[in-house]
């Protein structure tokens, strides 16, 4: 790559059609591991949650989780998928130190879902995304790179294994190649990952946490001459955020523009994405189906599910997503724009809960998609994690509906909640913080802003009553934002009308 010469993004994509296609793993949040009774908790100290079934030990036997096919099932059909009346598992050979076993029990050319859509919507336009397969299978465990400056392999002076995770039941589901969207490719993308995590949550089946790693993305890439024949991908591996998988999209078809235009070829390979730079390099080589090896799991038998359990799972599927956004948009009367932007922020569940704690969906989305995403953002956190509920949120309302608090010194209470202060009210009452409204005690303030301004003043009395928003502010200021802006203003009226 040193020798040839970067297109930008622009350029690549008015010359190359992209191809994407995307491969997502959810680890289900079953108690128990795919094959075994072992336990899943996240964050247990390593190498705890092991027994000789998921180590793969000599004499063990597998027993597959009824819980985590049941969950598989309804994933596949609120994808839109078609629920195999025959499958079986298979033995991926895979000869890596996280996998103890020296094999992974996945499934191949007989999964459990397949031949499913979802829909999602870019830029004002839906866009349906068709999906191949979902099939089940176990995670790997977890490996540790130490003495190196990146965590990776390269440069580490030993790499240690937790196998924890080895054995947790996972889903992957593969679309079928995306192909023209043209320069929109990163968010589609970014758009269909944000959809398929919506619609897992909604099925409760896992609490796809890309930070934690429950869910995350291999992204296949290829670009084409218009009218060729698709070119080689290449995919970036474990991309673990929404925002990742835009910028790996993003970052890859220059690269791979670069290549083509300089007479190079893609070379077939796994790639790392890395955060800090937004770029990948080189992983390894990509094995094909035939370097698996796969064959039939002998330990196994077939699974055949049951039509009637099938129908029963698909008649209790929740609202999804797609389907619940709709009549919330209408619900709250937003325009589509606004409602992308609360999708975007994740702020749809904490608006309706804030909504159902007691407040209005104005005021639920003013402080969620306000003041609090601009100090998630500052965090550098997700919403949905910030240290105010939706309760706190709508208590908080209820105090400026109650006259007790203005919106600038709830924003002081927002501080104290998120500093663990306490609710509210009792954030409110420790900091002294409450409006001023009492006619006596403003009056001073007021004469004293009206004296200040004398010009401003005139102006009122001329009959220019806009001017007393100026009067006003310096009374707010004096008051450190405490006066009930709309009894300074009475008094302000009222004294300069006299």
Same mark, same amino acid.
């Given at each position: 790559m040193s020798t040839v010469t970067i297109p930008s993004?622009?350029?690549?994509?008015?010359?190359?059609?992209i191809v994407i296609g995307l491969e997502t793993h959810v680890e289900l949040g079953t108690r128990t591991k795919m094959f075994c009774g072992c336990a899943t908790a996240?964050?247990?100290?390593?190498?705890?949650?092991?027994?000789?079934?998921?180590?793969?030990?000599?004499g063990s036997l597998p027993v597959a989780n009824r819980a985590a096919i049941e969950a598989t099932?309804?994933?596949?059909?609120?994808?839109?998928?078609?629920?195999?009346?025959?499958?079986?598992?298979?033995r991926k050979n895979y000869f890596y130190p996280d996998m103890p076993k020296n094999f992974q029990t996945s499934q191949y050319d007989e999964p459990l879902c397949e031949d499913g859509y979802i829909d999602v919507d870019v830029n004002g336009e839906t866009v349906r995304v068709e999906i191949e397969?979902?099939?089940?299978?176990?995670?790997?465990?977890?490996?540790?790179?130490?003495?190196?400056?990146?965590?990776?392999?390269?440069?580490?002076?030993?790499?240690?294994?937790?196998?924890n995770r080895a054995g947790i039941p996972l889903v992957e589901i593969v679309t079928k190649p995306i192909t023209g969207t043209g320069k929109l490719a990163p968010e589609v993308a970014r758009a269909y990952v944000t959809e398929l995590r919506e619609v897992v949550r909604s099925l409760d089946v896992s609490d796809v946490r890309m930070e934690q790693g429950s869910m995350r993305c291999d992204v296949n890439t290829s670009l084409n001459l218009p009218g060729?024949?698709?070119?080689?991908?290449?995919?970036?591996?474990?991309?673990?955020?929404?925002?990742?998988?835009?910028?790996?999209?993003?970052?890859?078809?220059?690269?791979?523009?670069?290549?083509?235009?300089?007479?190079?070829?893609i070379?077939?390979?796994?790639?790392?994405?890395?955060?800090?730079?937004?770029?990948?390099?080189?992983?390894?080589?990509? *094995?094909?189906?035939?370097?698996? @090896?796969?064959?039939?799991?002998? &330990?196994?038998?077939?699974?055949?599910? +049951?039509? #009637?359990? /099938?129908?029963?799972?698909?008649?209790?599927?929740? *609202?999804?997503?797609?389907?619940? @956004?709709?009549?919330?948009?209408? &619900?709250?009367?937003?325009?589509?724009? +606004?409602? #992308?932007? /609360?999708?975007?922020?994740?702020?749809?569940?904490?608006?309706?809960?804030?909504?159902?704690?007691?407040?209005?969906?104005?005021?639920a989305r003013k402080w969620w998609m306000g003041e609090?995403?601009?100090?998630?953002?500052?965090?550098?956190?997700?919403?949905?994690?910030?240290?105010?509920?939706?309760?706190?949120?709508a208590a908080l309302q209820g105090l400026i509906d109650a006259g007790k608090l203005n919106d600038k010194l709830a924003r002081q209470v927002i501080e104290g909640v998120l500093a663990g202060e306490g609710d509210p009210e009792t954030v409110a009452?420790?900091?002294?913080?409450?409006?001023?409204?009492?006619?006596?005690?403003?009056?001073?303030?007021?004469?004293?802003?009206?004296?200040?301004?004398?010009?401003?003043?005139e102006k009122v009395r001329g009959g220019k009553v806009a001017a007393a928003g100026a009067l006003v502010g310096a009374v707010m200021k004096s008051t450190k934002g405490q006066a009930d802006a709309k009894t300074v203003r009475e008094l302000i009226l009222e004294k300069l009308a006299s």
């Open positions: 993004y622009e350029d690549a994509t008015d010359r190359y059609e996240f964050g247990a100290d390593p190498n705890t949650q092991v027994c000789p079934v998921c180590l793969g030990l000599p099932i309804r994933i596949g059909l609120a994808l839109n998928c078609r629920i195999a009346e025959w499958c079986r598992f298979a397969r979902v099939h089940l299978e176990e995670d790997t465990g977890k490996s540790l790179h130490v003495g190196g400056a990146t965590g990776r392999i390269q440069g580490a002076t030993e790499s240690l294994v937790d196998y060729a024949e698709w070119g080689t991908r290449t995919e970036t591996k474990n991309v673990n955020s929404l925002r990742s998988v835009e910028r790996a999209v993003r970052s890859e078809i220059p690269r791979q523009a670069a290549l083509l235009d300089a007479g190079e070829r070379v077939q390979e796994t790639r790392h994405f890395h955060e800090d730079t937004g770029e990948t390099t080189p992983g390894r080589s990509k *094995e094909t189906a035939t370097d698996y @090896r796969y064959f039939p799991e002998p &330990d196994l038998a077939p699974m055949a599910p +049951d039509p #009637a359990w /099938v129908a029963d799972l698909k008649s209790a599927l929740p *609202e999804l997503p797609r389907v619940r @956004r709709k009549r919330l948009q209408s &619900d709250w009367g937003l325009s589509d724009h +606004d409602m #992308a932007s /609360v999708l975007n922020a994740g702020a749809v569940d904490l608006i309706e809960s804030t909504i159902a704690a007691g407040t209005t969906s104005e005021a609090l995403s601009r100090r998630a953002n500052e965090a550098d956190i997700a919403l949905e994690t910030i240290a105010m509920t939706p309760t706190q949120v009452t420790t900091r002294g913080l409450a409006v001023v409204s009492d006619t006596g005690a403003l009056t001073t303030a007021v004469e004293e802003a009206i004296a200040a301004n004398p010009d401003v003043a």
